[in-house]
């Protein structure tokens, strides 16, 4: 499964699907045709979580109370323990692909885990994406400041696992279509990815 999710995060580095991706800085560079060598995805991997894991993993998400698109008050201290943190907007394809695999997971776990969904799209954005695209998860509208503000500056989408307010797992990037095998696998591994996790620490807990 490792090698899989690898290869899959190759093929998302090199084909970033038309949304915002890690930021410039950060920006590996991948034209092989200068050295006639090919692109090593370990390497591309290797680099893309040392950056990643210093700022992702164990970061604590900050406490702040919004409202919601339907008006109503959310607290970020009186979520459960367990909390999935999706950060998207409308015109990411990436992003649209991204939510039956959230829907699937909160199907699954809604009674045990908050499914919170993040966008800087207006309210009526958001109503317009949800004919089409229907998603499970509490919505909030957000401007960008704010969004940076929890820590999120690194891309979209972006979705995070949080257990007692800090993160345990998380997802850069995603597919823009559905159809290929490789988005296929892609896809299968996101969702098996926080599924696992998910077990895990309700196991735990359950002891």
């Known amino acids: 499964m490792i090698n899989i999710l690898k290869y899959c995060l190759f093929l998302i580095v090199i084909n970033t699907a038309n949304c915002q991706t890690i930021s410039s800085t950060d920006t590996l560079n991948n034209s092989s045709e200068n050295n006639n060598s090919k692109i090593k995805y370990e390497d591309i991997y290797k680099n893309i979580n040392l950056k990643i894991n210093?700022?992702?993993l164990d970061m604590e998400i900050p406490y702040f109370v919004v409202k919601d698109i339907e008006g109503i008050e959310f607290d970020s201290s009186k979520t459960k323990r367990l909390v999935i943190y999706n950060f998207w907007f409308s015109a990411?394809?990436?992003?649209?692909?991204?939510t039956e695999i959230l829907n699937e997971l909160h199907n699954k776990f809604k009674d045990k885990v908050d499914f919170i969904s993040i966008t800087f799209d207006s309210k009526n954005e958001i109503e317009k994406h949800n004919i089409n695209?229907?998603?499970m998860s509490r919505q909030l509208s957000l401007n960008k400041d704010f969004i940076k503000n929890l820590n999120m500056n690194i891309g979209y989408p972006t979705t995070l696992l949080v257990f007692d307010?800090?993160?345990?797992?998380?997802?850069?990037?995603?597919?823009?279509s559905k159809e290929t095998?490789?988005?296929?696998?892609?896809m299968f591994g996101t969702y098996y990815k926080f599924r696992s996790a998910i077990e895990q620490i309700l196991e735990k807990l359950e002891k």
């Open 54 to 56: 210093r700022s992702l």
């Open 92 to 98: 990411c394809a990436a992003c649209i692909g991204e």
């Open 133 to 135: 695209h229907p998603t």
């Open 165 to 176: 307010g800090k993160v345990v797992k998380y997802q850069l990037t995603g597919v823009s």
């Open 181 to 186: 095998i490789d988005s296929k696998i892609f």
